[in-house]
């Protein structure tokens, strides 16, 4: 069974793409008022906003299938052989420090330096409010100390889009903890802990947040919050994994019809708020279990797929290794664009011109930023090593097979 999945890849790449075209177009009143209220200066706009294409401009469905994505890649690892006990914790630990917060952080020092040299804090009353946030007074010390601790404070001046990092980090870091679970118990076992542990923490830091002082403690509370609601989106992933070739099995006589009638399904689901608009009725949490059904769904459409498909064409296989950099490149892209190109050329096509700038922009980060940072895993885990500081495991070897 092969470890590395291509099309998965690229279907991150789809999903950053998705992202930046979202934060495009909702910096327009017209597309941002459709968004978050669903008032339509036209039926074109309604459209687009009101059926599962909206999944073309999407914020919330790409995170979520990072999310579930990164639980499937971080548990293939885990689940190699049955008597394996899975990678030594810091080892893993520090690949994905490397990985995330390395990227993360120089992102966002060079963010601050470029919104400090080229914004001018002035509101165009023209764009949407989403536009207006950004950029729009100095960074001060106490956000650049959230920045570091990856705290969700003051974000959207900078880089509203590394809010999704901070929980990336969180829930990697406690990954292998989630991993005895998937491994040890099947997958009902498994869910019904995770979901028992996520809703109890939910609800005590919550009931915590009403005594923690304004500041900084307070942000980190709820931001803490937020990563436990998110938790369960790995857990679903990594009992893909664990089940992945069982459910392939299954998939894999499917004709191509039926298979396309799945992936359109898929997406339907992914992007359900054209159902929860019809029957005017909004409820994030029912919405985000649907999404996630749809992201798993089309996992396993793709993985059980025999054939090369579009997805593995060369174009975007590349977009889905540059996506991580393109995710946080293209706020910083957009506001430069916005900024400067409008003075030469109209506003809509500064906006059309942001994703052809943030392309090579993105590969740039990737080789220069991205690279290094895993090379720099690499050799912190080789100094470790010959320490035999980096041999501490939490998934012990079993006895029966773990993968059925």
């Known amino acids: 069974m092969k470890q590395r999945f291509e099309e998965l890849d690229s279907l991150r790449g789809i999903a950053a793409m998705s992202v930046l075209v979202f934060h495009c177009l909702i910096s327009f009143p017209l597309f941002y008022n459709a968004n978050y209220s669903q008032q339509f ?3 074109l706009v309604e459209f687009f906003t009101s059926t599962p294409l909206k999944l073309l401009w999407s914020g919330n469905e790409p995170v979520l299938l990072f999310f579930v994505l990164s639980g499937f890649v971080l ?13 030594a914790y810091w080892t893993y630990a520090i690949k994905r420090f490397c990985r995330i917060y390395i990227p993360y952080i120089a992102i966002m020092a060079v963010s601050i330096i470029i919104m400090t040299a080229f914004a001018n804090h002035s509101p165009d009353t023209n764009m949407s409010p989403t536009y ?10 106490k956000a650049i100390v959230a920045y570091i601790l990856m ?21 990697s870091l406690i990954f292998p903890l989630l991993m005895i679970a ?26 915590l947040s009403n005594f923690t002082p304004d500041g900084l403690t307070s942000v980190a509370v709820y931001s803490l919050r937020e990563t436990v609601y998110y938790t369960p989106f790995f857990l679903l992933g990594a009992v893909l994994a664990k089940y992945r070739t069982s459910l392939t099995s299954i998939f894999q006589p499917f004709n191509r019809l039926v298979k396309w009638m799945l992936t359109l399904l898929s997406l339907t689901l992914i992007s359900n708020n054209w159902l929860f608009y019809t029957l005017s009725f909004k409820q994030p949490i029912a919405q985000d279990l649907m999404t996630a059904i749809g992201i798993l769904l089309l996992f396993i ?3 059980s797929s025999n054939t090369r ?9 590349f977009l889905g290794k540059i996506s991580y950099s393109l995710y946080l490149v293209h706020i910083p892209v957009i506001m ?15 906006f059309l011109l942001v994703p052809v700038i943030s392309v090579p922009i993105a590969y740039f980060s990737y080789k220069f930023i991205e690279l290094p940072s895993i090379s720099a895993a690499q050799v912190s885990i080789k100094w470790l090593s010959t320490r035999k500081l980096s041999s501490f495991k939490l998934i012990t070897p079993q006895k029966k097979p773990i993968i059925k």
């Open 336 to 350: 430069l664009s916005s900024l400067y190109l409008s003075k030469f050329i109209s506003m809509q096509v500064a």
């Open 309 to 317: 498909s579009v997805l593995t064409t060369k174009p975007l296989l």
């Open 182 to 207: 998937v491994v040890r118990f099947s997958w009902i076992k498994s869910l019904l802990l995770t979901f028992t542990f996520t809703a109890v923490a939910f609800v005590a830091i919550g009931y």
């Open 301 to 303: 459409i793709v993985i």
């Open 132 to 141: 207006n946030d950004r950029w729009d007074h100095a960074v001060s010390i």
């Open 75 to 87: 548990a293939l690892p885990f689940l190699k052989r049955a008597d394996s006990p899975g990678p």
């Open 41 to 43: 200066s036209n039926k």
């Open 151 to 171: 705290l969700n404070y003051d974000t959207t001046n900078v880089n509203g889009v590394v809010w999704t990092l901070f929980h990336e980090m969180r829930i």
